[in-house]
């Protein structure tokens, strides 16, 4: 059975729209990230997945149902809009927030002190929010999602604000809760960290699906014609269009996409007479590539 | 329902377990005991020392008139007043005049008066003190000379002043208050300062309790945690969870008042009295119980229409500060009726009031004012009630709409175009 699925769904704001006749099928025990730049109606997506806005057309079903009361007990959210009670203590805060997902007081209790522990806040547990670092408040809202044990998580902009630690502390508990068969929808503008975290992706681009699918087939499909190439001095011939379509310069390091019957090694060739070559390599494009990529397209 | 309750819950502990909540309700009784009990002691504390008084009688008839007239004691059976004649020596007068001034400042001397030859033709005595301004001392002074001088005009007159006294003597005006029920209560003005007092409260409470939710609100929108809560409950069961939560606040706030009002008639009566001492019998007044359940239905009528549209200011806004622009028209919308107050209470029944109580807006200040003074007509009542209760409704239903909208809208404030649209999209 599907997660969620969600069948041309319809939103606009007055003239604007929002989110443009989505269709998104997720399904269990993976993590699936839904992506694209700010702006592209994910939040309004997640936020009409969480009843908190309603389509203007569209089905949503969530564990095959429609939105419920007793349906968003077994989802977890966690907003791009952080914020907690600040003049709460940190222990009847969590208390409040898993009564309202219809948690029993006793299972609530043992399942805070796991996941204080979890996150080495079980030092804080008497403060009050305000006294809390940022990073700690974030920590204690991701408490807060996964606190009722839900079947679906969804996580908008998860690691926004975080330090590497934090990032990484975060992203462990993700696969561990993945691992115990939650499905996980990451809503995240950040390509890198999707591209190492995500089963299954949805690219939407001005509320509007570009591309979708298993992240492995996706990247396969476009086959080894990447090349990333480290090398030191002035790369000239990035600029020339009948060898190069696009790429992505670092300075030191550049991923190189050949236009339409360019052998790669013609391009290695060509490079090693204007600079000094350290690597080179062929590569699947990264998901960043093939995003701008796909994006590109349809705005021609 | 249950995560209804979980809000309710969280509204009402989180704000009775405050500090500032315990302190202002433990407080407040005992300030408005403070403001009408320290005069009464202080009062009672000055008077425990007898005033030293000079009395120059050029008349040389009234001195003992007026020793009689000023036999007053105090609790403790010492005299209020010491009295002396002083002597003067024909044409001493300013001499002597000058030696009392003198024991005046040195204070030897709380005053004196000076009774003239000719008070019984001009009607007037001078008393010269330091302190002018206790009023009890002017007022026991003036009535014990007039008192003095009309004795003594009439027995020249050949009359017996006891007699004259029987024969002119007052009628005292009784005033009663028929109730509904077909009792008559006396009354000496309680009714008044009863309905003043708890109207007060009303308006207090409406206004205070009103903010507190529309305060909730602003913080639950800035500090961004309302995503989090609407995405478990439906905003309009946070909205009213946030509602009945602060009015239970207020409730229990009332209820331990009454115990305290209840316990302070029960005992504290004769605490007053004790150092009330001989200022006459204090009367508390007794405020009968259905006036004080008429008071809670219509604060909790009146608090459900202010706090809902409270509500909705707050989720319109993004700080405290951008409230109070809001805030002003609604305060007036309090104030209004309170100022009408005076005037329901003398016309109860006047067609302005009988109009003023069916505003629902206005109904709970100005219909329990009505309640208070003069029981109105069984139907005004009910109507009053119904009308109420049909503008809570359409204000819940009116609200919730801007608020599911509002709470998630950061950045300015909605014109009245952008309120509509709000409304469509809620």
């Given at each position: 059975m599907e997660l969620l699925s969600l069948r041309g769904v319809t939103k606009s704001f007055g003239r604007i729209?929002?989110?443009?006749e989505l269709d998104l099928r997720v399904g269990g025990g993976s993590i699936y990230g839904l992506l694209g730049p700010n702006g592209a109606g994910k939040t309004t997506t997640i936020r009409m997945i969480m009843d908190i806005l309603a389509p203007d057309r569209g089905e949503i079903l969530i564990l095959g149902q429609p939105n419920s009361s007793s349906i968003r007990d077994r989802v977890g959210y966690l907003p791009e809009e952080r914020g907690l009670y600040?003049?709460?203590k940190v222990e009847p805060l969590l208390h409040f927030l898993a009564e309202l997902k219809g948690m029993k007081r006793e299972a609530a209790r043992e399942r805070i002190g796991y996941w204080l522990e979890r996150f080495a806040l079980s030092a804080w547990r008497a403060k009050k929010v305000e006294e809390l670092s940022r990073g700690m408040q974030q920590k204690l809202q991701f408490i807060a999602t996964l606190l009722h044990s839900p079947q679906l998580a969804i996580l908008d902009?998860?690691?926004?604000?975080?330090d590497p630690v934090n990032i990484n502390l975060v992203k462990e508990v993700m696969l561990e809760e993945k691992k115990k068969g939650v499905s996980i929808i990451l809503s995240t503008h950040l390509m890198e960290q999707a591209e190492k975290l995500c089963d299954q992706i949805c690219l939407i681009s001005e509320g509007e699906k570009v591309l979708d699918g298993n992240l492995k087939e996706i990247k396969a499909n476009y086959g080894k014609n990447s090349i990333v190439l480290e090398y030191e001095g002035q790369a000239r011939f990035l600029s020339d269009k009948e060898m190069v379509e696009s790429y992505d310069d670092y300075g030191r390091w550049v991923e190189v996409h050949p236009s339409a019957?360019?052998?790669?090694q013609e391009i290695l060739r060509r490079a090693a007479q204007e600079v000094a070559i350290l690597k080179f390599e062929l590569v699947e494009p990264s998901l960043n590539e093939i995003f701008i990529k796909t994006v590109r397209k349809g705005e021609r | 329902m249950r995560r209804m309750k979980a809000v309710v819950k969280r509204e009402y502990l989180t704000r009775v377990r405050k500090r500032t909540f315990i302190i202002s309700t433990l407080a407040m009784p005992l300030i408005i005991l403070a403001v009408t009990g320290l005069p009464i002691l202080l009062m009672s504390l000055k008077s425990e020392k007898p005033k030293e008084i000079s009395i120059?009688?050029?008349?040389?008839?009234l001195f003992p008139g007026l020793k009689a007239a000023l036999k007053d004691t105090t609790k403790g059976g010492l005299s209020l007043y010491r009295l002396s004649q002083v002597a003067v020596p024909l044409g001493e007068l300013s001499t002597v005049r000058r030696k009392l001034t003198e024991e005046v400042n040195k204070g030897k001397l709380d005053g004196y008066l000076v009774v003239p030859s000719d008070v019984f033709g001009k009607n007037q005595v001078q008393f010269y003190a330091?302190?002018?301004?206790n009023f009890r001392v002017n007022d026991d002074l003036e009535r014990a000379v007039s008192q003095t001088v009309s004795h003594f005009r009439l027995s020249n007159s050949g009359l017996d002043p006891e007699k004259v006294k029987k024969l002119v003597k007052g009628v005292e005006l009784q005033t009663f208050k028929v109730t509904a029920g077909g009792n008559e209560e006396e009354d000496s003005g309680a009714t008044f300062m009863i309905t003043y007092i708890l109207v007060f409260f009303l308006y207090m409470s409406l206004l205070i309790y009103g903010m507190m939710v529309m305060r909730g609100v602003i913080e639950e929108k800035s500090s961004r945690v309302v995503e989090m809560i609407v995405s478990a409950i439906k905003p309009f069961q946070l909205m009213a969870g946030k509602v009945l939560g602060v009015g239970g606040v207020g409730l229990t706030q009332f209820l331990i008042w009454s115990l305290l009002v209840g316990g302070f008639s029960l005992y504290g009566r004769n605490l007053v009295s004790s150092f009330a001492g001989r200022l006459g019998p204090l009367s508390i007044p007794g405020i009968p119980i259905s006036l004080l359940l008429y008071f809670i239905l219509y604060f909790l009528l009146g608090y459900f229409l202010y706090a809902t549209i409270y509500a909705g200011v707050g989720a319109m806004v993004n700080s405290e500060e951008e409230a109070q622009h809001l805030q002003m028209p609604l305060t007036m919308l309090l104030v209004i009726p309170f100022m009408l107050m005076f005037y329901v209470i003398g016309n109860p029944n006047s067609g302005l009031a009988v109009l003023l109580s069916f505003i629902p807006l206005f109904t709970p200040i100005i219909m329990f004012t009505r309640i208070a003074v003069q029981t109105p007509p069984l139907w005004q009542i009910g109507l009053s009630l119904v009308l109420l209760g049909l503008a809570i409704w359409v204000m819940v239903w009116i609200v919730s709409k801007i608020y599911r909208v509002g709470i998630l809208m950061y950045g300015k404030r909605p014109s009245l175009p952008e309120l509509v649209k709000w409304f469509r999209y809620g």
């Open positions: 729209d929002a989110v443009k600040r003049k709460m902009e998860p690691f926004t604000g975080l019957g360019v052998d790669p | 120059i009688d050029q008349t040389d008839k330091r302190n002018v301004s």
